[in-house]
């Protein structure tokens, strides 16, 4: 079921007594990790209340179309553009029709034309209707569309027949869905991430910074999200969009990123220390803004600046520790400074970037970096930050599964 990790599954509802079934099949996929939007049709209002779909998927359930309310939240094209995959489950003999002649009568019905995901379809409906030459022709006319069947099931029905026609028990359903998605090489894996620079508070409008930019820390997290991982980016001031399907925690200093990361690696499998972290702090914050004495033009001052705490090496240094990938800017010696790195933080990966190239790293759109672990080196040329992360979470993961 990992599969359906981070999944965006819409799930229709047609009128079928299977409906009352949907419910446990909603808890299944969220617990499974998947983001599901509901929608039903009047007849499926019928037989189980849009109330328990809404508190069990977690989001409001969809439908009318020309309800404006709705439309004003996700409206139906952008939940038709939003889904990975549509599922059908029941599928009524009617809606199966209707799907077949291409109508949009309904919310349900016009999303399945308007989206570019896949439509996978779970019939349910008496022998007699199963059976019938009309529903037959019906769903060959959909499979040959590229619509997928899941069942029916033989056996016994609610109406006392037997045959033909039954829903698929919930969880072959979803084992079925599931099988529909590839597996992300960091499929159900929580991954956490830092990025970007601290800023370190002098008095309530200066500040101690870097010029981190937070983009080589977000396209991790995309690229992580992308295989298939939950993922938390837990990020400083950066002027960036969160990537989709990221969980976004925003701090300014590096002791509330030391306090976020604490939390959120608690229960993760792995810990992507991508951030420039200001190494000190003003011992003291001044409370209202420090003022130049303008009678005295050679004045000096002096800030005094203390340690932060070293927030990868925390992590590491955990009891229940997820394996940690740090991060070495070097300008100079830069495999030996890293390699060492590794040891004294007690990191499984460190990735060392060379930062005396102005063309690559802090605040550029390329990097080049050298993927380093106990007894090996992978140098990777020049790229863009997003290429780059790809491969690099590539590699991480298949190191994360080999020294795990
Ligand atoms: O020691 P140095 O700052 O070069 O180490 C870099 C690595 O350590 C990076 O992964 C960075 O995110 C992490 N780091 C940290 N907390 C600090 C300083 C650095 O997590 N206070």
Not at 265 to 276: E, G, K, P, V
């Amino acid at each position: 079921m990992h599969r359906l990790n981070n999944k965006r599954i819409l799930l229709g509802i047609t009128g079928g007594i299977a409906a009352y079934k949907t419910a446990e099949m909603v808890r299944h996929l969220r617990k499974a990790g998947a983001e599901v939007h509901v929608v039903m049709t009047p007849a499926a209002c019928e037989f189980i209340t849009p109330l328990t779909l809404q508190a069990l998927s977690g989001n409001p359930v969809h439908t009318s179309m020309l309800d404006p309310k709705a439309e004003a939240g996700m409206g139906h094209i952008e939940l038709a553009k939003w889904a990975d995959a549509v599922l059908i489950a029941p599928a009524s003999a009617d809606f199966i029709a209707r799907m077949a002649a291409g109508m949009g009568n309904d919310l349900l019905s016009t999303l399945c034309l308007v989206t570019q995901a896949p439509v996978y379809l779970a019939p349910a409906m008496n022998q007699g209707m199963w059976l019938d030459v009309a529903t037959q022709k019906n769903c060959e006319t959909l499979v040959g569309r590229g619509v997928k069947m899941f069942g029916p099931d033989n056996g016994y029905q609610a109406c006392g027949d037997v045959g033909p026609g039954r829903m698929l028990d919930p969880d072959v359903i979803l084992q079925n869905l599931a099988e529909q998605f590839e597996t992300g090489l960091l499929a159900g894996k929580k991954v956490v991430i830092t990025a970007g620079p601290t800023r370190e508070a002098i008095d309530p409008v200066r500040y101690i910074s870097n010029h981190s930019s937070g983009k080589m820390g977000f396209a991790l997290a995309a690229a992580a999200a992308d295989a298939g991982a939950s993922v938390t980016v837990i990020a400083g001031p950066v002027n960036l969009e969160t990537p989709d399907r990221v969980t976004r925690i925003d701090v300014a200093d590096a002791r509330s990123m030391h306090a976020a990361a604490m939390e959120h690696t608690a229960n993760s499998d792995m810990f992507i220390s991508c951030a420039a972290v200001a190494d000190y702090r003003p011992e003291t914050i001044a409370e209202s803004k420090i003022k130049k004495d303008p009678g005295a033009p050679d004045q000096t001052m002096t800030i005094k600046l203390v340690r932060n705490p070293d927030i990868v090496a925390s992590v590491a240094a955990k009891e229940d520790r997820p394996f940690v990938v740090g991060f070495a800017a070097e300008t100079n010696n830069v495999v030996e400074y890293a390699t060492s790195k590794l040891q004294r933080k007690k990191l499984d990966l460190v990735i060392a970037n060379d930062v005396s190239d102005k063309s690559i790293g802090f605040n550029s759109e390329e990097n080049a970096v050298t993927l380093i672990g106990p007894d090996f080196e992978e140098p990777l040329a020049k790229s863009s930050k997003q290429l780059l992360a790809s491969q690099l979470i590539e590699l991480i993961a298949r190191y994360y599964k080999e020294m795990k």
